[in-house]
């Protein structure tokens, strides 16, 4: 159950502020005035309460006085009159003379003497009068009784009876009086109190008004007073760079870096000693509402400044924060940012991408939903070890992700805060498997360089013994009979010398370093030049030779015999790899915007495994029988296409559209291969026809050819 203080209390606070001070002023006003009509009845009435009680013993000592002649003379008739004379008053009840036997000698009542009323009040034998209060049925009064006494001797006994209700009647009266008078007081009071509360509370009004204006966001509000004259004014000055110039939002005391000679420098409230003996201060000064009210409007003014500059740098920190996000997300290696606990804070795309996560299944969380057992092991060490000793890591590691073996080159790097204290771990991993790659290649071309070198210093050793033999050898057959067994032997003795230096010359080929002649040639005609060579003989074994020529093609910078060399080779391989019933196509074509010209090279044989794709271009790999294929054919084409500024590549199966028409025709076609060979254009000659698009077979989005 709730205490009814504590309600009070409640009520009390929901009231107004006019209404709380109109409730203190009564308030105070009524205990003011219990207390002064209590207080002022009390001394009142015991000082008529006094004065009554020594009117009453005057009385009956001046009646016991005046009483001593009759009694003696026995003139009850004058005592009779006396007590008449005596009750006379309206605040005497009664009076009456008894003789020194308690008998009633006199008396002032009308209906009969109260028999008990004598023996009431007896005076003690040591005093010579008393006082007490006495109930007479009627009401209640003070009894006074005095001794009639001669020369020591007691004639009797005179009593007076004073009026209680009459004091108290004007103990009342008194009362009221003052009662009235404080009422007076209050109304007086509350009137002048009600024209300071309305001043307060039309002050307190607006200044709420203001604030309630603030909360909404409008801070151009003024609560202070408008004042007739501001310091500029008053001043006279003309310092229009002065910052209180001109702002009728502010009091210049509370601006700082004023231009007066007079004020002090700093702001408010330190600045305020040497402005309260300013003329513009005493001037302008107000109350403590109006000090209020303008401290309010400084605050007002102040917020919106500080508003103002939290927005610009709350679009400056969007714009740059946007433009932070937009590098980190853009930025290909992998990016993360962990904490102290190793839980990740921020990633970027990239690493959502490698590892298939989203950013929400990342952030917030440890190694243990990124890596594996083995992996977060070695992390969690290394992280403790940088967090510990704030020494940065930079390793490349080999890892298996999606059975693809990839490179990076990862660095960790601590976070540090303001006091120098480590928070998390930046980490950025870069994919450096191209550069492996190209490493690994490098040194492949430079075992490759050696191996040319060495190849054709032992060629060239070995050149001459073969000559000799191949001679010795022609010599012996011209001398043995065709059908012996002996000629059969020579002869195949003189085949394999054959082969030795047919290796051997292609050896010399690969290994020597021929500048070629480059020269305006037409690459159409060299490429007709050998179909026109091979097509008989391919022929024989019912292998098609077709071609699709561009005649758009200008004339191109090259050496026509080693690009002829290169033609007949790549036909040789599709011929030896179709064997017999199959198509090889031969399709040229002009890319204007890319300014090249592209060469196509396709069969439907056996193919070429992918495995093998990668290294047909090395020296001594072949996939042609023992005795049939050097390994050097495509080693020299390389060279040579790379000696024009070109490229060549291979894709293997070939797509059906490269096969050309006759393939329709072949009942088992091969999964076949597509040689691509790619060499520049000068800018001579260059046609306006824009090129044909078509799908690049090499994977690429697509080429212009």
């Known amino acids: 159950m709730t205490n009814p203080a504590v309600m009070a209390y409640r009520y009390l606070c929901r009231l107004s502020f006019a209404a709380k001070i109109y409730l203190g002023i009564g308030g105070l ?27 009453g013993a005057t009385l009956a000592s001046s009646l016991a006085a005046r009483s001593v002649g009759p009694i003696l003379s026995v003139d009850l008739l004058r005592l009779k009159n006396m007590t008449d004379e005596a009750a006379s008053s309206p605040d005497i009840v009664y009076a009456f003379v008894l003789d020194s036997r ?286 510990q000793t704030g020494i940065p890591v930079s390793k490349e590691v080999m890892v298996s992700h999606e059975n693809a073996k990839r490179w990076f080159h990862i660095v960790k790097v601590p976070v540090y805060d303001a006091e120098s204290n480590i928070i998390g771990l930046l980490l950025t991993a870069r994919d450096i498997s191209a550069v492996k790659n190209y490493q690994e290649q490098l040194i492949q071309s430079q075992k490759m360089e050696d191996l040319g070198r060495l190849a054709g210093g032992v060629a060239h050793e070995i050149n001459t013994p073969l000559g000799i033999i191949l001679g010795y050898t022609q010599m012996l057959l011209e001398d043995l009979p065709e059908k012996s067994q002996e000629h059969e032997d020579v002869a195949v003795i003189e085949k394999q010398t054959k082969v030795c230096k047919k290796i051997v010359a292609d050896l010399l080929g690969f290994s020597r370093q021929s500048e070629s002649s480059l020269q305006k040639m037409d690459l159409n005609e060299s490429i007709d030049e050998v179909a026109n060579l091979v097509r008989t003989i391919f022929k024989q074994d019912r292998v098609e030779l077709e071609l699709d020529l561009d005649p758009k093609i200008p004339p191109i910078e090259g050496d026509k015999e080693k690009l002829k060399s290169v033609w007949l080779n790549l036909v040789n391989n599709a011929f030896d790899s179709i064997g017999q019933d199959g198509t090889i196509f031969i399709r040229s074509k002009l890319c204007k915007h890319r300014r090249r010209v592209v060469v196509f090279f396709a069969d439907s044989g056996s193919g070429i495994s992918q495995e093998n794709l990668k290294k047909i271009f090395d020296p001594f790999f072949t996939t042609k029988q023992v005795g049939k294929g050097t390994g050097l054919g495509l080693s020299i084409s390389f060279g040579i296409i790379k000696e024009h500024k070109g490229r060549i590549s291979a894709v293997s199966p070939a797509p059906v559209d490269y096969l050309g028409s006759g393939h329709g025709q072949i009942k088992q076609p091969g999964p076949g291969t597509v040689f691509i060979i790619e060499l520049p254009l000068t800018s001579e000659g260059l046609p306006e026809e824009e090129c044909e698009e078509f799908a690049d077979v090499t994977g690429d989005a697509a080429v212009r050819v």
Not at 41 to 52: D, Y
Not at 213 to 235: H, Q, R, Y
Not at 372 to 378: C, K, P, V
């Open 102 to 387: 308690g008998q009633v000698l006199a008396h002032s009542f009308i209906g009969g003497f109260p028999v008990e009323l004598a023996r009431a009040n007896p005076i003690p034998r040591d005093e010579g009068q008393s006082d007490a209060v006495l109930d007479i049925g009627s009401q209640r009064v003070y009894d006074f009784a005095h001794h009639v006494d001669v020369e020591g001797d007691t004639l009797g006994v005179v009593r007076v009876g004073l009026s209680q209700d009459r004091i108290r009647a004007a103990r009342r009266d008194v009362a009221w009086a003052i009662v009235l008078s404080l009422g007076l007081v209050a109304v007086l009071a509350v009137g002048l109190g009600s024209v300071f509360i309305r001043t307060v509370t039309r002050r307190l009004g607006a200044l709420r008004e203001s604030a309630e204006e603030v909360v909404k966001g409008n801070l151009d509000v003024l609560a202070g007073p408008t004042i007739s004259a501001n310091c500029w004014e008053i001043m006279n000055c003309d310092r229009k760079e002065c910052p209180a110039y001109g702002d009728p939002c502010r009091r210049c005391w509370y601006v700082a870096g004023t231009l007066c000679p007079e004020c002090a420098p700093g702001d408010y409230p330190h600045k305020i000693e040497s402005c309260s003996d300013c003329r513009v201060y005493r001037e302008n000064r107000g109350d403590e509402i109006q000090d209020l009210a303008e401290a309010f409007d400084v605050m007002a003014v102040s917020l919106k400044t500080h508003i103002d500059e939290l927005k610009s740098t709350e679009k400056n920190l969007a714009r740059s924060e946007q433009l932070l996000r937009t590098i980190f997300d853009v930025t290909p290696d992998l990016v993360s940012l962990q904490d102290e606990n190793g839980a990740y804070r921020a990633v970027n795309k990239a690493f959502c991408r490698y590892f298939n996560l989203r950013e929400q299944d990342i952030i917030g969380r440890t190694d243990h939903s990124v890596f594996s057992i083995q992996d977060q092991h070695t992390n969690r060490v290394e992280d403790k070890e940088i967090l």
């Open 29 to 55: 006003l009524f205990m003011a005035g219990v207390a002064s009509v209590l207080l002022s009845s009390n001394i009142s009435g015991a000082a008529l309460t006094k004065e009554a009680k020594k009117r």
